[in-house]
């Protein structure tokens, strides 16, 4: 895909995002900040408990002596009491969302996107809950931004180098065999053997070669479509890992883009990738069908799973491709072992189309 590619729209995003920041932005051109607003919210909730607790004394027939008597500290001692439990009451139900407000900030990722606070409580703690919603809002448009950016940058190298290996270090390694066949016909029967040993590992080598560049930039996605990709990845796994690949692809599914396309394509080949390396899988499955939800990618294995194991920079890749299609992905462990990964691209399921 070249840098062209409508990955690029996602900078739109930040339309968004900046319209946002600017209405906070707003609120602070009138002279009053959250911090002075929330402070005088404060200062006149004491304010009240302190007059109304001056009030019961001016109004009661309670005095004080001197020496103060016991029964004048303890009527003192209650009335304080009284007037703390008060403000700490009216505090704490002010500054209660404040609480899931932490809590977000705790848990929050920006690859796992859309989980925002309900705006609750008065006046300026419900615009703090807002100001934090709308940063989240700004902060989710840029990183899609500049990830579409990054991904389709990488997606046009890509693209050149497997041109590259193709063209160039393809078509000189295919002249060596031509020259090479024309030498062993030419050479004396002591030499052939070796030249005949030269010539597969030359062969060897160009296979090699195109294999790198199909995996750069799969030309059968281009050329036969995304059922047909699929297929040539999953064949291309089992012949190096030696791993069975059970495959269910359907054969109408809903239509796709061509971003789409590509985002099942790499992270169905990430996910092989990873299972190769890390897994020690003796079977896996891949299926790719159309469901209600739209097309759902789902590649499971029976090795030892993720084990609590952090993520990688694979799979925050394809959390990253993920969220440029607006689509789903879960890692989940499987209940007899393994791991499932699952993709959900959102699309119209009525609008099927045959491969």
């Known amino acids: 895909m070249d840098s062209g590619a409508p990955w690029g729209d996602a900078v739109g995003m930040s339309g968004v995002a900046d319209q946002r920041s600017q209405r906070v932005r707003g609120d602070h051109r009138t002279g009053r900040t959250p911090a002075a ?22 109004l009661s027939p309670a005095t004080v002596s001197t020496p103060v008597s016991v029964r004048e500290v303890s009527v003192l001692t209650v009335g304080l009491a009284l007037m703390l439990a008060v403000n700490a009451m009216l505090l704490r139900a002010s500054l209660r969302p404040l609480d ?39 902060l989710e448009a840029e990183r899609g931004a500049s990830s579409a950016q990054a991904l389709a940058a990488q997606e046009g190298e890509r693209q050149r180098i497997a041109q590259e ?31 005949r040993t030269v010539q597969e590992m030359i062969r060897t080598s160009l296979d090699e070669v195109r294999q790198v560049a199909r995996r750069l930039r799969p030309g059968v996605l281009d050329d036969l479509g995304l059922l047909s990709a699929m297929s040539a990845l999953a064949s291309d796994f089992s012949k ?32 092989l990738t990873n299972i190769a390396r890390h897994a020690n899988a003796s079977r896996v499955g891949l299926s790719l069908t159309g469901e209600r939800d739209g097309v759902v990618l789902r590649i499971t ?46 699309v119209e399921v009525d609008r099927l189309v045959e491969p």
């Not at 848990?107 to 703090?128: F, I, K, M, N, Q």
């Not at 054969?251 to 169905?268: F, H, K, M, N, T």
């Open 37 to 58: 607003a929330l402070f005088w919210r404060l200062f006149l909730l004491n304010g009240l408990v302190f007059v109304a607790g001056a009030g019961v004394l001016v």
């Open 100 to 138: 899931g407000l932490t809590d977000l900030m705790g848990r929050v990722d920006l690859l796992r996107p859309g989980e925002r606070l309900a705006v609750s409580g008065t006046g300026d703690v419900a615009h703090l809950i807002r100001t934090f919603n709308d940063m989240l809002d700004r």
């Open 165 to 195: 290996l193709h063209d160039e270090i393809g078509q000189s390694l295919t002249a060596v065999l031509l020259g090479l066949k024309r030498s062993v016909d030419r050479a004396p029967d002591d030499l052939q053997d070796e030249l």
């Open 240 to 271: 190096v890992s030696e791993v069975p690949v059970a495959q269910w692809l359907a054969q109408r599914l809903p239509g796709l883009s061509r971003d789409a396309e590509l985002v099942l394509y790499r992270i169905a080949q990430e996910s």
């Open 301 to 346: 294995d029976d090795g030892r799973g993720l084990n609590g194991a952090g993520e990688g920079a694979g799979i925050r890749g394809m959390r990253e491709r993920a969220l440029l299609i607006g689509a789903r992905l879960t890692l989940d462990p499987m209940p007899a072992g393994g791991t499932e990964v699952r993709l959900v691209v959102p």
